[in-house]
Every structure is written in C-alpha cells, then in structure tokens.
C-alpha cells in the first residue's frame, strides 16, 4: 500500500536536493510506514522556480482546458478512494467509516471549480467612444500550507480554485500527514504539465518557512492554528502578497428548549463534538444547553457519549480512533486535566488503551460541565472533548457564545424559526447550521469571523482570491488629451 520513499514532487519530477529524510509512522501502532524525503529551502525554491516557469503557459491555457483536468484529478480519486482511506486511516488515526466522506468533500472541490470558473468573469461596459473591460486574471504561484486533520479535503480547498484560476502551485502538506498527497501527487505528475503543481513534504519552519519567505511566490494560502496563521499573515504583509487563512475555532452549539426531537439533536451534538476524533477546527466544542431541558438532554448525551466505539481505525465499526500523534495526544490530556480543577466532569476525561494498537493516543470522549469563561471552553483543545455551559436568558447566552477570540462555526437546534433567524443573525461567526452539524455544500462560503481566518473557500467568491482584475480602457479613435 505504501512506497518505501517518498520524494517531493518538481517541476514534474519526484526529485531532492537532500538526502534527509522524516518517517510517516502509523498513528496507532507506531510503525514505520515509509520515509518522506525533508524538503528544505533547495526544494521549496526550485519547486517556486519551477511553478514560475510553468505559469505562462498553465495562465494562458483556456480554462475549460485547465477545468478538465481538474475533471480528472476528481475521477481519479472517486476511482482511488478505498485505497486512500485506507492510507489516511494508517497514517492519521481517523477512521475507515468516517474518511470516504472527505474524499467526496474533496471530489466535490474539483468539480465545483472546473464549472465555477466558466462563470468567473470580469466585466466589460460601453463608455463614450470606446469600451472599459475589467479582467480577471491569476496572481502567478501560489504557495499553500496545510494541516493534518483532513488531507483529501485541504489538498481540495487549494488546488481546485488555484488551479481552475490559472495559477501554479507549490503545495506544502503536513509533516504528520503526507501520505494520500503523495499518492495524489503520483497521479498530478501525469496529467498536469511540468511545474503546475508541486508537492514539498516536510516540516513548518523548514519547508513551510522557505515557501512564505520566497519572493516569487505571488499569494499564501494557509489552513492551520491561529498562533502559525498570525507567522503567515506577517510573511505576506512583509511582501505585500495577498493571504487566505483558515484558522482554529471553538464553535458554538446552541439548543434551544423548543426542539421536537430530542434524540436526533443528542445524536447531532455528539458528532459535532466528536467527528475527526474531535480534530477539526469546525467542531461543535461548546455546547449551550437550555435550562428548561437540561437534565433530561445531559442524560441521553453522556449515554451517547459513552456508546461511541472507540478502537482500531480500520475497524468499519469504529467512530472514534486515535488523534494523531503522542504531541497532540498529550496536550489533549493536559487540556483534560485543566478541566478537571476547573470544571466538573461528567464522563470521560483519560486515555483508552486499544489491544494491537498501543501507541495510539485514543482518548475516551469526555464532556465537562463548566461555564464559557473557563479555559477548557476557551480554548481550541484538539480531541473529542465538549464543553456544555447552561443558559437561560436569551441575550446573556448569545453575549457568552459571542465571547470568544474564534467565530468559524455555529449551530441552533429549534422548531421555532424566530429563534433561528435572531440566533443566526446574532452570532459572530462564518458558519450558522440550523438543526444540523458539518454540513458544507460546494458553492457556499465557507470561512472565519475574528481570528478563524481571512477570506473564504468553497465558493466562488474564492476565485476572487485567486485572481486580480485589470481594467482595459479602449478607445475607437484617439481622443484630444481631456484638457485641449
Ligand atoms: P495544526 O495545529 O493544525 O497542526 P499548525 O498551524 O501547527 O496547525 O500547522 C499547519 C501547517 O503549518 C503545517 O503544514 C505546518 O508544517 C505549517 N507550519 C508550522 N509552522 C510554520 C511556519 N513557521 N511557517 C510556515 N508553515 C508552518
């Protein structure tokens, strides 16, 4: 399933300057699964050279020719997706059950921007004796950074608008989980010219830093931490080159007492507070719960929380495997342990030991019951750990889910629709999800208030992000300069 060495991907050759070399372990038995060559600052400049290079030719391609091969990279991961799965599942703990779902996410992308960019045009109008015409045109490399949590999908959100829009690409994924992008880069090699695409595996400060810091690299996408975001943001207003961020998070999730089915919203909850093994900056991680329901809601919540599967991430019965590494695992726990000095717990809260799979940090889903100013509800804490404050006064409940540094997500649970309307309209957030959790559609924009980011994906208003306009004045006759 695995190649023994990976090698970044330049200017459409699996090649390095460098012989070092990082391991890709499997998360929950600590096996060596292949090497993965380090890139450094020799890697990262040639793969920008290269992607320089090719954006002449990638620039003036039509886009209907750019859109059918990113027609194809969705093909070829419907036809590859089994495969893949399996590869993540290895290399980042999630499990088999959940993963095919970012693969469709991911396919969607591709799809999505091959036809959004035949709509992405400039302007033009009629002024006196000539024409005024706004185009849109592609910023020239862009260089993206990613996390781990959800590889398929994140490769998605920067290369289908990158690409679609006719910009060159030197992409840079996460040292903890590179794997399915070097599968995925295999089949790039093959259908994309030389240098439109270029992957350079290896570590924040090396790879990460020489691409930020590279002066022919025309825009900065970036999905990760707020604390790495802010390094980002620096980088590109030291340049001047435009920047995407997508950051953290700790969304609220707000039930209201009117709900008329009370399993269905327990069911909803635990899996917002606990999908991606509770790694995803959307998570549902503070939950306000109305007085009026909130004994009998607590009660199937804990019961639900404790019948979730914890174990092997092949297992197609297990929801929740192990987050990804010992480093993250342990600054779950210690988030855990804060909680408990500071908050009550109800359930969870330690380490599941899984038979076969030892070195995996599974952490057994916890829910603490505390109030919005506790650390444990302030802060991103990474793992499948769910904070539920107890509201009862409408304005007080949307100034504590307002009172937060993120504003990524949020999510109201009601059968009243004036509830939904002033909560969707109060909240500082990118995302409201009435009566549902997780749910991005193609098309529509997804993207953080306050600190969860700069801009936004998904949609075709990222296309506006990718591209610059230039307005061409045209004259049918040479006017008489305006002051003769
Ligand atoms: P997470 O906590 O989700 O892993 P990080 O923000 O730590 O998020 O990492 C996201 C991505 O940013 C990774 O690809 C990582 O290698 C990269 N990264 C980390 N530090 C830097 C840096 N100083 N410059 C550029 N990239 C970085």
Redesign the pocket.
């Known amino acids: 399933m695995f190649d023994s060495h990976y090698l970044p991907l330049i200017n459409g050759e699996f090649t390095a300057f460098t012989e070092e070399t990082f391991p890709a372990t499997d998360a929950t038995t600590g096996e060596r699964l292949a090497v993965i060559t380090r890139s450094g600052a020799a890697e990262v400049d040639a793969a920008v050279a290269a992607a320089k290079a090719a954006f002449p030719a990638w620039s003036a391609t039509p886009a209907a020719e750019r859109a059918k091969l990113l027609l194809k990279v969705a093909d070829w991961l419907e036809e590859n997706t089994e495969r893949l799965v399996r590869i993540d599942a290895h290399d980042i703990g999630r499990t088999v059950f959940e993963l095919p779902q970012d693969y469709r996410q991911a396919i969607g992308q591709y799809r999505f921007f091959a036809s959004a960019i035949s709509t992405h045009d400039g302007w033009n109008n009629v002024t006196p004796g000539g024409w005024a015409i706004a185009k849109r045109e592609p910023l020239g490399v862009v260089g993206a950074?990613?996390?781990?949590?959800v590889p398929a999908i994140m490769v998605s959100f920067k290369l289908a608008p990158a690409l679609a829009a006719g910009n060159t690409v030197v992409l840079?994924?996460?040292?903890?989980a590179s794997l399915s992008t070097l599968e995925l880069a295999k089949y790039l090699a093959e259908i994309f010219p030389a240098g439109v695409v270029n992957v350079v595996p290896?570590?924040?400060?090396e790879?990460?830093?020489a691409?930020?810091g590279n002066p022919d690299v025309a825009k900065l996408a970036?999905?990760?931490?707020t604390?790495?975001?802010r390094?980002?943001a620096h980088?590109g207003a030291s340049r001047l080159v435009p920047v995407t961020l997508e950051l953290g998070g700790k969304s609220p999730n707000i039930v209201f007492p009117d709900i008329d089915d009370i399993d269905a919203v327990v069911d909803n909850v635990t899996f917002a507070a606990t999908f991606c093994n509770g790694q995803s900056?959307l998570a549902g991680t503070r939950l306000f719960l109305h007085d009026d329901i909130y004994d009998t809601f607590m009660e199937k919540l804990v019961t639900a929380f404790r019948s979730i599967r914890v174990g092997s991430p092949l297992d197609p019965e297990t929801r929740l495997g192990s987050v990804v590494s010992p480093k993250q695992g342990e600054r779950v726990l210690k988030y855990i342990e804060t909680g408990k000095a500071e908050a009550k717990l109800i359930t969870g809260g330690e380490r599941v030991e899984v038979p076969g799979h030892e070195a995996g940090w599974f952490i057994a889903p916890t829910i603490f019951e505390t109030t919005n100013d506790s650390t444990i509800a302030q802060e991103e804490i990474?793992g499948p750990v769910l904070s539920v404050i107890r509201w009862n006064d409408f304005d007080t409940m949307i100034e504590q889910a307002n009172d937060i540094r993120y504003g990524l997500a949020s999510g109201v649970y009601t059968s009243n629709l004036r509830n939904a309307m002033r909560t969707a309209d109060r909240l500082q957030a990118g995302q409201v999800w009435v009566n549902q959790y997780v749910n991005l559609v193609d098309g529509s924009p997804f993207g953080g208030y306050k600190e969860s980011g700069l801009g936004r994906e998904v949609a075709k208003e990222t296309l506006d992000a990718y591209t610059q306009l230039k307005s061409v004045m045209l004259a049918e006759q040479v006017p008489p300069p305006f002051y003769v």
């Open positions: 950074i990613i996390p781990w949590n840079k994924p996460d040292e903890n290896g570590f924040g400060e790879a990460g830093a691409l930020t970036f999905t990760g931490s604390e790495v975001g390094i980002i980088a900056c990474f």
